[in-house]
Structures are given as structure tokens and as C-alpha cells.
């Protein structure tokens, strides 16, 4: 219903308020109050009129209002690691704000995205009005988890490495990573190339952190099995984005070397496809001249030509448990321990045997 001219907030030409509402339901402002924020102290009835005041004056509390009043913002933030558009060119991020949406739901509560300022994560903390954190691939001795404890902001860390009285989510990486190349390794490849995301805008030249620190520990362990390691020749690493392009451009560089790879180990399903494009650019079969294999099990996994060999890891579960540990600190509730979480290797059709050389 529509306000009349004689409406009280129409008559104003400002949005409805409370006191139209009370006015309109012939109720005290109070009682208003208590119908949004504890209705158990007015009568249903009571409660039932004035919901039916405020629909057809078209009156919502004021959340700028509610947030100062209750010192809650009703919402979690997502302190990400690189700026927006980047972020959602990665299929990894859908899954895993899908699980934090899951608990969003439940509790009522919104998500506020929360990208770099000004190449900083740690300068956007100020900044965003939210009730906590879930904070992605830092470590214990960034600035961004001192700020947090010193602003005494609940926050959860997922892909970090445990710190003291902090929840924290993460995948077992390290047996993910030992279990992708060590399948490399049996199927007899031994020119392999790492194609590996970069670093955050704010953390040049640190050296592998956090979920790729793991998977490099991982695949260490399996090419030392094989008398490899990192730096035995023929096995190589590249960073680039983490974008399809990013893969894309990578492996075409890959491949106009001296001794290309007939393997390539992506750390990143995402960038794994840009190197399935590349390939088939080349006219290189996939897996006869190279194989190719990623980590995440993205559903686009299944659908590439060939199918991508991966590790599958729950990324949306990571979600929902970053989601559920940050309500349960912002609530004041027992902080939870260390969650890990274990993931499987998938082989699908991008992983053959190495070819004759």
C-alpha cells in the first residue's frame, strides 16, 4: 500500500520513522522498538499491528541506527588477498563464499567483501564496518593478525598456520601436494614444471607462504623419494596470476623452451585450464605429449577436454566452518582448535604416461 499525502512521513517528504509507525498503530515509540528487538515484552497481537503499520508506510529501521545502538553491524567480513575483479576470475573463491553464505543465511547476517586498500590488506581493517573477520593465507607474523588482536576484533584465519587462541580452517596441502606429484612421478615424468599463483599485492619477495608453503613441502617429500628435488634440472617453477590467462601465457612460455616439461603441476585448477588451453593452441595432445594436473577439483574439472586430473579438497565445508567458527567468537562462545581438513587425489584423463624421449 502506498502513503497517502496525509501519511505522516509522506506529508514530511522524508522516509517513514518510528513514531509514524506508533502513530499509525496507536502505540507508544517504545513499543515500536520492542515489535524489531524484543517482541517477547508486547503482546502478538500488538506486535502484529504494528508490522502492519510499518508495511504500509513502507518503514524499515535505520541499520546505521540499530548498528550504533547495539554496537553490531549484523555482518562478517572477508579480508581478501587480492582486489575484487581478480579474485572472482578464480572459481575457488565462488565455492568458498558459498559456504560463508550457507552460515550468513542461517544467522541472519550479511558479507561484506573486503579487498586491499591501496595494495594493503592490512589498511582496509579500519575501514570495514563488520563484527569480524575471516582472513585468508596470512600468517602469524603478518601485521594484519596483530592489528586484529589489537583492535580486539573477533576473526578466524583459513589456509594460515595455527596461532594461539585463534580459530583456524585449512586443508591438508602437504599430503596434497606429496600425493600430485608423486602420481606425476609413477607415471615415469621427470622434466616437470610448477605452475604456481603469485603473491598478495602486499607481500613481495617472502617466499612460499601459507597453502603453497604445504604443497611444496608435499611435493619435496615425493621427489625426494625419486633422488629429485626442486632444483634438479629439468623441473622448474613459474609464478603467474591465478587466472585461466595467467596459466594461458604461462605455459606458452613454458613450452618455447629448450626442454619443455611433459608435465606441469598447477596449484590451481584455474590456472591448470589456462594450461589445457595453451596446449591444445600448440597442438600438443594432453595427456600423450604433456600431462597436466591441478589442485582444488573446481566443478569445470570435470567438463574440461580432457578431464582434469586434480585434488579434490572441501572447499565449501572450509566455507561454512570459517563462517560457523567466526559467529561462535563474535558471540563470545569457546574459541575451536585447529580444524584440518583432508582432501583426496582425482584422476581423471589430463595425466598419462611421460613420452618416449
Given at each position: 500500500m502506498s502513503n497517502s499525502p496525509t501519511d505522516p512521513g509522506s506529508a514530511r517528504g522524508g522516509r517513514p520513522t518510528s513514531s509514524d509507525v506508533a502513530q499509525r498503530a496507536g502505540v507508544s515509540r517504545t513499543a515500536v522498538s520492542f515489535a524489531y528487538n524484543d517482541p517477547a515484552k508486547i503482546s502478538t497481537a500488538t506486535r502484529d499491528r504494528i508490522m502492519a503499520a510499518a508495511d504500509e508506510l513502507g518503514y524499515t529501521p535505520d541499520p546505521l541506527a540499530r548498528m550504533l545502538k547495539h554496537r553490531k553491524t549484523g555482518t562478517l567480513g572477508?579480508?581478501?588477498?587480492?582486489?575484487?575483479?581478480?579474485?572472482?576470475?578464480?572459481?575457488?573463491?565462488?565455492?568458498?563464499?558459498?559456504?560463508?553464505?550457507?552460515?550468513?543465511?542461517?544467522?541472519?547476517?550479511?558479507?561484506?567483501?573486503?579487498?586491499?586498500?591501496?595494495?594493503?590488506?592490512?589498511?582496509?581493517?579500519?575501514?570495514?564496518?563488520?563484527?569480524?573477520?575471516?582472513?585468508?593465507?596470512?600468517?602469524?607474523?603478518?601485521?594484519?593478525?596483530?592489528?586484529?588482536?589489537?583492535?580486539?576484533?573477533?576473526?578466524?584465519?583459513?589456509?594460515?598456520?595455527?596461532?594461539?587462541?585463534?580459530?583456524?580452517?585449512?586443508?591438508?596441502?602437504?599430503?596434497?601436494?606429496?600425493?600430485?606429484?608423486?602420481?606425476?612421478?609413477?607415471?615415469?615424468?621427470?622434466?616437470?614444471?610448477?605452475?604456481?599463483?603469485?603473491?598478495?599485492?602486499?607481500?613481495?619477495?617472502l617466499g612460499y607462504r601459507g597453502p603453497l608453503k604445504r604443497r611444496f613441502a608435499g611435493a619435496e617429500r615425493a621427489l625426494a623419494e625419486q633422488d629429485l628435488s626442486l632444483t634438479s634440472a629439468g623441473v622448474v617453477t613459474v609464478e603467474a596470476p591465478c587466472t585461466r590467462s595467467g596459466g594461458y601465457t604461462a605455459t606458452l612460455d613454458l613450452m618455447a623452451g629448450q626442454a619443455p616439461p611433459t608435465a606441469i603441476v598447477a596449484f590451481s585448477d584455474i590456472m591448470a585450464v589456462g594450461a589445457l588451453d595453451a596446449l591444445k593452441s600448440l597442438n600438443l595432445p594432453v595427456p600423450a605429449a604433456v600431462s597436466v594436473v591441478g589442485y582444488d577439483d573446481q566443478p569445470e574439472a570435470e567438463w574440461t577436454q580432457p578431464r582434469l586430473t586434480t585434488i579434490r579438497q572441501p572447499i565449501e565445508a572450509k566455507g561454512r566452518l570459517a563462517g560457523d567458527f567466526l559467529v561462535a567468537a563474535i558471540r563470545g562462545e569457546s574459541q575451536h582448535p585447529r580444524q584440518l581438513l583432508h582432501g583426496a587425489l582425482v584422476v581423471r584423463d589430463s595425466s598419462g604416461q611421460a613420452p618416449p624421449t
Open positions: 572477508l579480508l581478501l588477498p587480492q582486489d575484487i575483479a581478480q579474485v572472482m576470475q578464480n572459481p575457488y573463491y565462488a565455492q568458498f563464499i558459498t559456504g560463508i553464505g550457507h552460515v550468513c543465511e542461517r544467522e541472519g547476517m550479511t558479507l561484506l567483501l573486503c579487498p586491499p586498500l591501496r595494495n594493503s590488506m592490512l589498511k582496509a581493517i579500519p575501514y570495514a564496518a563488520v563484527d569480524g573477520f575471516i582472513v585468508t593465507g596470512l600468517e602469524a607474523d603478518r601485521g594484519e593478525v596483530a592489528e586484529l588482536r589489537r583492535r580486539k576484533i573477533p576473526f578466524v584465519l583459513v589456509d594460515s598456520e595455527p596461532v594461539t587462541d585463534v580459530p583456524s580452517v585449512e586443508a591438508d596441502d602437504d599430503k596434497g601436494g606429496y600425493d600430485l606429484v608423486r602420481h606425476i612421478l609413477e607415471l615415469g615424468h621427470t622434466r616437470i614444471a610448477f605452475l604456481i599463483f603469485e603473491s598478495g599485492p602486499d607481500q613481495p619477495n
